[in-house]
Protein backbone atom coordinates (compact mmCIF):
# COMPACT_ATOMS: atom_id res chain seq x y z
CA UNK A 1 0.00 0.00 0.00
CA UNK A 2 3.16 2.33 0.76
CA UNK A 3 6.93 2.46 0.82
CA UNK A 4 7.01 -0.92 3.23
CA UNK A 5 7.89 -2.01 6.90
CA UNK A 6 10.24 -4.15 8.78
CA UNK A 7 9.43 -7.23 9.99
CA UNK A 8 12.49 -8.20 11.53
CA UNK A 9 11.76 -10.95 14.67
CA UNK A 10 11.56 -9.83 18.25
CA UNK A 11 13.99 -11.75 20.19
CA UNK A 12 10.85 -13.39 21.87
CA UNK A 13 9.62 -14.37 18.25
CA UNK A 14 13.00 -15.57 17.12
CA UNK A 15 13.26 -18.02 20.48
CA UNK A 16 9.53 -19.44 19.80
CA UNK A 17 11.13 -19.65 15.89
CA UNK A 18 13.95 -21.24 17.37
CA UNK A 19 12.00 -23.87 19.01
CA UNK A 20 10.20 -25.02 16.02
CA UNK A 21 13.07 -24.99 13.86
CA UNK A 22 14.81 -27.44 16.39
CA UNK A 23 11.60 -29.95 15.78
CA UNK A 24 11.17 -29.05 12.25
CA UNK A 25 10.98 -33.20 11.33
CA UNK A 26 8.53 -33.96 13.75
CA UNK A 27 6.34 -30.61 12.79
CA UNK A 28 6.58 -31.38 9.05
CA UNK A 29 5.16 -35.01 10.14
CA UNK A 30 2.51 -33.96 12.36
CA UNK A 31 0.93 -31.34 9.54
CA UNK A 32 1.84 -33.71 6.96
CA UNK A 33 -0.49 -36.47 8.64
CA UNK A 34 -3.59 -33.47 9.14
CA UNK A 35 -2.75 -33.10 5.30
CA UNK A 36 -2.99 -36.42 4.51
CA UNK A 37 -5.73 -37.20 6.31
CA UNK A 38 -7.86 -33.67 4.68
CA UNK A 39 -6.87 -35.64 1.17
CA UNK A 40 -7.84 -38.62 2.07
CA UNK A 41 -11.10 -38.08 3.40
CA UNK A 42 -12.52 -35.12 0.91
CA UNK A 43 -11.03 -37.43 -2.51
CA UNK A 44 -14.70 -38.15 -3.07
CA UNK A 45 -15.86 -35.18 -3.18
CA UNK A 46 -12.95 -34.16 -6.13
CA UNK A 47 -13.83 -37.58 -7.68
CA UNK A 48 -17.43 -36.89 -7.43
CA UNK A 49 -16.32 -32.85 -9.05
CA UNK A 50 -17.55 -31.05 -6.09
CA UNK A 51 -14.52 -29.73 -5.78
CA UNK A 52 -10.53 -29.59 -6.18
CA UNK A 53 -7.80 -30.89 -4.16
CA UNK A 54 -4.45 -29.27 -4.23
CA UNK A 55 -1.71 -31.16 -6.01
CA UNK A 56 1.99 -31.47 -5.50
CA UNK A 57 4.30 -32.37 -8.38
CA UNK A 58 6.39 -35.79 -8.05
CA UNK A 59 9.53 -33.74 -8.36
CA UNK A 60 8.40 -31.42 -5.68
CA UNK A 61 8.45 -31.24 -1.59
CA UNK A 62 5.99 -29.38 0.52
CA UNK A 63 6.35 -28.37 4.08
CA UNK A 64 2.86 -29.27 4.42
CA UNK A 65 2.28 -25.14 5.76
CA UNK A 66 -1.78 -25.14 4.28
CA UNK A 67 -4.79 -26.99 2.99
CA UNK A 68 -7.44 -25.79 0.78
CA UNK A 69 -10.28 -26.82 -1.92
CA UNK A 70 -10.98 -24.99 -4.80
CA UNK A 71 -14.71 -24.51 -5.20
CA UNK A 72 -16.57 -24.17 -8.25
CA UNK A 73 -17.19 -20.02 -7.63
CA UNK A 74 -16.73 -17.58 -5.25
CA UNK A 75 -20.64 -17.58 -4.33
CA UNK A 76 -20.27 -21.73 -3.18
CA UNK A 77 -16.64 -21.12 -1.56
CA UNK A 78 -18.44 -18.33 0.62
CA UNK A 79 -21.63 -20.32 1.20
CA UNK A 80 -19.46 -23.25 2.37
CA UNK A 81 -17.30 -20.51 4.35
CA UNK A 82 -20.24 -19.50 6.17
CA UNK A 83 -21.93 -22.85 6.63
CA UNK A 84 -18.59 -23.74 8.41
CA UNK A 85 -18.64 -20.53 10.23
CA UNK A 86 -21.76 -21.71 11.69
CA UNK A 87 -20.67 -24.74 12.67
CA UNK A 88 -17.50 -23.39 14.55
CA UNK A 89 -15.10 -24.13 11.95
CA UNK A 90 -12.76 -21.40 11.47
CA UNK A 91 -11.87 -21.40 7.45
CA UNK A 92 -11.12 -18.62 5.01
CA UNK A 93 -10.06 -17.40 1.92
CA UNK A 94 -6.43 -16.48 1.19
CA UNK A 95 -4.51 -13.52 -0.12
CA UNK A 96 -6.04 -10.90 -2.57
CA UNK A 97 -4.22 -11.47 -5.47
CA UNK A 98 -1.06 -8.69 -5.56
CA UNK A 99 -2.28 -7.09 -9.34
CA UNK A 100 -5.78 -6.20 -7.25
CA UNK A 101 -3.99 -4.14 -4.81
CA UNK A 102 -4.09 -0.75 -4.40
CA UNK A 103 -0.71 -0.85 -5.20
CA UNK A 104 -1.49 -2.87 -8.64
CA UNK A 105 -3.85 -0.54 -9.68
CA UNK A 106 -0.78 2.30 -9.19
CA UNK A 107 0.69 0.38 -11.39
CA UNK A 108 -1.98 -0.20 -14.41
CA UNK A 109 -3.61 -3.59 -13.46
CA UNK A 110 -7.26 -3.93 -13.62
CA UNK A 111 -9.75 -6.70 -13.21
CA UNK A 112 -9.70 -9.66 -15.62
CA UNK A 113 -5.57 -8.74 -16.66
CA UNK A 114 -4.72 -12.03 -15.08
CA UNK A 115 -8.08 -14.32 -15.30
CA UNK A 116 -6.59 -17.64 -13.82
CA UNK A 117 -4.86 -15.82 -10.51
CA UNK A 118 -8.43 -14.43 -10.10
CA UNK A 119 -10.32 -16.82 -10.57
CA UNK A 120 -8.38 -19.14 -7.91
CA UNK A 121 -8.27 -16.54 -5.49
CA UNK A 122 -12.37 -16.32 -6.18
CA UNK A 123 -12.05 -20.33 -5.29
CA UNK A 124 -10.54 -21.51 -3.17
CA UNK A 125 -10.96 -21.66 0.83
CA UNK A 126 -7.91 -22.49 3.64
CA UNK A 127 -9.02 -25.47 6.21
CA UNK A 128 -8.43 -25.27 9.57
CA UNK A 129 -4.52 -26.56 9.27
CA UNK A 130 -2.03 -26.86 12.36
CA UNK A 131 0.22 -29.75 13.51
CA UNK A 132 -1.73 -30.49 16.38
CA UNK A 133 -5.42 -30.77 14.95
CA UNK A 134 -6.53 -33.82 16.64
CA UNK A 135 -8.69 -36.86 14.45
CA UNK A 136 -11.91 -35.94 16.12
CA UNK A 137 -11.48 -32.59 15.21
CA UNK A 138 -10.27 -33.19 11.59
CA UNK A 139 -13.29 -36.08 11.02
CA UNK A 140 -15.75 -33.16 12.28
CA UNK A 141 -14.34 -30.52 9.91
CA UNK A 142 -14.50 -33.63 6.72
CA UNK A 143 -18.16 -34.55 7.91
CA UNK A 144 -19.65 -30.99 8.09
CA UNK A 145 -17.57 -29.91 4.68
CA UNK A 146 -19.21 -33.12 3.23
CA UNK A 147 -22.71 -32.45 4.42
CA UNK A 148 -22.54 -28.98 3.65
CA UNK A 149 -21.49 -29.82 0.03
CA UNK A 150 -23.63 -32.12 -0.58
CA UNK A 151 -26.45 -29.51 0.68
CA UNK A 152 -25.14 -26.63 -1.56
CA UNK A 153 -25.29 -28.62 -4.68
CA UNK A 154 -29.22 -29.56 -4.22
CA UNK A 155 -29.64 -25.81 -6.19
Same mark, same amino acid.
Given at each position: ??????? !?LSDVSASFLYAQLENLDEIKEKRKAV +?????????????? *???? $?????????????? +???? !????????????? $?????????????? $?????????? *???? *??????????????? !?? +????????? !???????????? $??????
Amino acid at each position: VDIGSSF !LLSDVSASFLYAQLENLDEIKEKRKAV +FDFYYENLKELEDS *GYLK $LPTIPKECETNYHI +FYIL !LPSKEMRNSLMDQ $LKSEGIQSTFHYIP $LHNSPMGMKF *GYKD *GDLPITETVSNCILR !LP +FYADLKLDE !LSFIVEKIKEKM $LDINKF
